[in-house]
C-alpha cells in the first residue's frame, strides 16, 4: 500500500520537471521554494537600500539614550551603547548577504574545478586531488576557522571570506566529481569524442550543463555554510567589532549581558535574522532536491551524504 | 585488502597534513609566542628566560626550521605537548585536557546520540506513513531547524528557561560550585541538571539532519523489491518496516554518525561558550583568546585525530558488515 503511494506521489513530482522549462515553474508551486525566495529577496532589499526602512544612517553611532524599550521612535528599543536596534538590522543584512553570495559563489566555483579536473582526467591527477579533498573534508573546519582567524588578527571581512572559502568547498567538490564520473561514460560524451571536440568544449557544453542543479544545490549549501560559520566566528569576537553586522550585534549583546540585563531583544533579532537568512537557503535548497530526485537517482545518493556537512559545525 | 591499505595510507597522509598545518600556521603568521609570552608576563621575565620557557615546548625560534619541525613531530607522537603559555601558566597541557575530556564526551557524546537514535526513529516513520500528517509538517520543520545557528538556539533556550522563569534551569559552568565533587547523589544531581540546556541545543539542531537523510532513505527503500516481497510472504508491517526498510535504510547513515562521533571530541564551541561548560571546545576558545600556541597546537591535533580514527573504524566496519564493499575494492 506504501510502495503505491510512494510512487504515485514520486511521479507526480517528476512529470513536470521532466518538460522543458517545467523545471522553474515547478519551484514556483513549491511552497517551500517560494517562502524561500522571498526572505531572500526581502534581505536583498534591506542589503541595496537600507534607507527604506530606517531614517538612521549611521547604525554605530552612539547618539541615542542607552538600553530604551522598544516604542515609535525605536521599533526594537535600543542597545546599552546608545544605537538603534532595527537600524543595526537593517544595516546588517549587507555583510551577511556579502558573505553568502561571496563565499559561497567562491568555494561553489573552486569546488567545480576540482571535481570536475579530477573526474575527468582521472588516474594521477584524481588521486590527488581526491586526496586533498578528503583531507580538507575531515579536518575540523571550524576549530581551524577560529585558530586562522585569531592568527591573521582581528578578522576583517576578507579574512572571513578567505576562511570559509578554504574550508567550505572540499563537500562540494566530492559531490561533483562522483557526479561527474558517472557522466564519463555516457554515450553523448562518447560521441562528442568520436566528432574530435576540444577537450574544454566538452566540458563547457557537454558536462557542466549536466552538473547544473547539482552545482545550485552547491551554492545554496555552501552559501548557509558561510553564512551561519561567520555569524558564530563573530558571535567569539574573532571578526571586526566594528563592523556592520548580525554577528558582531551578537557579539556585542553577549559582552553586555543583554539577555540577563532585560534587553532580549538585542541579542534575539540579530539571531532571528541570520536564522531566517539560513532558512532560506535550506528551504530552496530541499525544494531544489524535492523536485529534481526522482528524475535523477544519482541525487538522491548524495543527499544521503549531505548529512556530513551539518556534523563538522561548532 | 587493496581498500584497506588505500584507506591506512589516507588516514596516514591526512593526519601527516594536519601536523604540518599545526605547526605552519603560527610560523606564517603575524604576530609570536615570544610576544604573546611576553604580555602574559606582564614583562616581568628577560627575553632569555622567555626563550628558553618557549624553547620547553618546542618554539626554538633561532634553531633551523627542518630541526624544529621535526622535533615538532616527534614530540607530538610522544606525549611530550609541553605546558600551557595561557591562562593556565606553566600547567602541563595533556593534564588540562585530562580535566575537559571527560564533561565534553559526556556532554556532546551523549547529546549526539540521543540525536541519532531520536532522529532515526522518528525518520523511520515518517516515511513508512509517507503522505501521512507527520511526513507532510516533519520535512518544512527540521529543514528550518537544521538551519538554525547552534549559539542562538542555546540564547532562546537560556531566555526562556532560565531568565523568564527565574532560573528554572542553570545555565552556566557544569556544576553548582558550592558543591564539593564527588559521587554524591547531590553532585550528580547537579552535573545532569546543568546539562539539560547545552544537550538540549545540540539536540534541536543535530536530529533534523538525521530526521531528513532517514526519511528520504526510507522512501528510497520501502520501493525495492525485497519490501515487496516481504508484503507478498504477509509479513506484519511492522516486521516489514523494522526488519527490512528500516534496517537497509540506516546503512547509509552509519557513516555519517560515525564522523559525528569523531567531531563529539572537538565539542559543540559555541554551546560550550555560551554555557561557560568547561570541555574541550571551550578550551579552544580560551587557548585562542589568550594566545596559548602549545595548547591551540594539540588540541587542533586531537581533534583532527578523533575524526580520522572514527573515519577509519568505519571504514573497517563497513568492509566486515557489508559484503559489496569487500567485492568492489
Request: proline share 5%; glycine share 8%.
Amino acid at each position: 500500500m506504501s510502495i503505491v503511494t510512494a510512487t504515485v506521489t514520486a511521479e507526480t513530482v517528476a512529470v513536470p520537471a521532466r518538460r522543458r522549462g517545467g523545471f522553474w515553474h515547478s519551484l514556483a508551486r513549491n511552497p517551500k521554494a517560494v517562502v524561500g525566495v522571498v526572505i531572500f529577496l526581502l534581505f536583498t532589499v534591506m542589503a541595496v537600500w537600507p534607507g527604506l526602512f530606517t531614517s538612521v544612517s549611521d547604525p554605530n553611532a552612539l547618539e541615542f539614550m542607552p538600553s530604551e524599550q522598544p516604542s515609535g521612535d525605536h521599533l526594537l528599543g535600543t542597545t546599552a551603547l546608545g544605537q538603534d536596534i532595527w537600524a543595526q538590522l537593517v544595516f546588517g543584512a549587507r555583510q551577511s548577504l556579502v558573505i553568502a553570495v561571496v563565499a559561497g559563489g567562491c568555494a561553489t566555483v573552486l569546488s567545480v574545478l576540482v571535481g570536475v579536473t579530477a573526474a575527468y582526467l582521472g588516474g594521477i591527477v584524481d588521486d590527488i586531488l581526491s586526496l586533498l579533498t578528503n583531507a580538507i573534508l575531515v579536518i575540523p573546519a571550524f576549530p581551524l576557522i577560529i585558530i586562522f582567524a585569531k592568527y591573521a588578527g582581528q578578522g576583517g571581512l576578507p579574512v572571513i571570506l578567505a576562511v570559509l572559502v578554504f574550508t567550505g568547498w572540499s563537500y562540494g567538490a566530492n559531490q561533483l566529481r562522483a557526479q561527474a564520473l558517472s557522466l564519463r561514460s555516457r554515450d553523448f560524451l562518447e560521441a562528442a569524442r568520436v566528432r574530435g571536440e576540444r577537450r574544454s568544449y566538452i566540458i563547457l557544453a557537454e558536462v557542466l550543463p549536466n552538473l547544473a542543479s547539482l552545482i545550485v544545490a552547491n551554492f545554496l549549501g555552501a552559501a548557509l555554510y558561510s553564512v551561519l560559520t561567520a555569524a558564530g566566528l563573530q558571535f567569539l569576537g574573532l571578526g571586526d567589532p566594528n563592523s556592520v553586522s548580525w554577528g558582531t550585534m551578537l557579539y556585542w549583546s553577549q559582552n553586555q549581558q543583554a539577555l540577563q540585563t532585560g534587553m532580549p531583544l538585542w541579542s534575539i533579532a540579530p539571531g532571528l535574522c541570520v536564522a531566517l537568512l539560513g532558512a532560506s537557503f535550506a528551504l530552496v535548497n530541499y525544494a531544489f532536491d524535492e523536485i529534481s530526485s526522482p528524475a535523477l537517482r544519482p541525487v538522491r545518493r548524495h543527499r544521503v551524504r549531505r548529512s556530513r556537512q551539518r556534523t563538522d559545525r561548532g | 585488502m587493496r581498500y584497506l591499505v588505500r584507506r591506512l595510507g589516507f588516514f596516514v597522509l591526512t593526519l601527516w597534513a594536519a601536523l604540518t598545518l599545526n605547526f605552519f600556521i603560527p610560523r606564517l603568521m603575524p604576530g609570536s609566542p615570544v610576544d604573546a609570552l611576553r604580555t602574559r608576563t606582564h614583562n616581568r621575565l628577560s627575553q632569555d628566560a622567555l626563550e628558553q620557557l618557549l624553547a620547553s615546548f618546542g618554539f626554538k625560534p633561532n634553531a633551523n626550521l627542518l630541526q624544529q619541525y621535526l622535533d615538532y613531530l616527534g614530540d607530538m607522537f610522544t606525549g611530550h605537548w609541553g605546558v600551557s603559555i595561557g591562562a593556565s601558566l606553566g600547567q602541563p597541557i595533556t593534564q588540562i585536557i585530562a580535566q575537559a575530556l571527560p564533561w565534553t564526551v559526556g556532554l556532546v557524546g551523549v547529546a549526539t546520540v540521543i540525536a541519532f537514535v531520536l532522529g532515526t526513529l522518528i525518520g523511520a516513520v515518517a516515511g513508512w506513513r509517507r503522505g501521512g500528517v507527520l511526513d507532510s509538517i516533519l520535512p518544512t520543520v527540521f529543514v528550518i531547524t537544521s538551519a538554525l545557528p547552534y549559539f542562538w538556539v542555546a540564547l532562546l533556550l537560556i531566555l526562556f528557561f532560565s531568565v523568564w522563569t527565574g532560573g528554572w534551569l542553570p545555565h552556566d559552568f557544569n556544576y553548582d560550585s558550592t558543591i564539593v565533587p564527588g559521587w554524591t547523589p547531590e553532585f550528580i544531581g547537579s552535573v545532569l541538571v546543568h546539562a539539560i540546556l547545552p544537550a538540549a541545543t545540540i539536540i534541536v539542531t543535530a536530529v533534523g539532519g538525521w530526521i531528513l537523510t532517514m526519511r528520504n532513505n526510507m522512501i528510497a527503500t520501502l520501493s525495492e523489491d525485497y519490501v515487496r516481497m516481504a508484503r507478498a510472504k504477509g509479513l506484519s508491517d511492522w516486521k516489514i518496516m523494522t526488519g527490512y526498510a528500516a534496517r537497509n535504510a540506516i546503512l547509509p547513515n552509519l557513516s555519517g554518525f560515525a564522523m559525528s562521533l569523531g567531531f563529539v571530541v572537538s565539542g559543540a564551541i559555541l554551546v560550550e561558550y555560551v554555557f561557560n561548560y568547561p570541555g574541550l571546545g571551550y578550551l579552544l576558545y580560551n587557548a585562542v583568546q589568550n594566545t596559548d600556541y602549545p595548547l591551540m597546537q594539540v588540541l587542533f591535533l586531537l581533534f583532527t585525530a578523533a575524526v580520522l580514527v572514527a573515519v577509519l573504524i568505519c571504514d573497517f566496519a563497513i568492509v566486515a558488515l557489508d559484503p559489496r564493499a569487500r567485492a568492489t575494492s
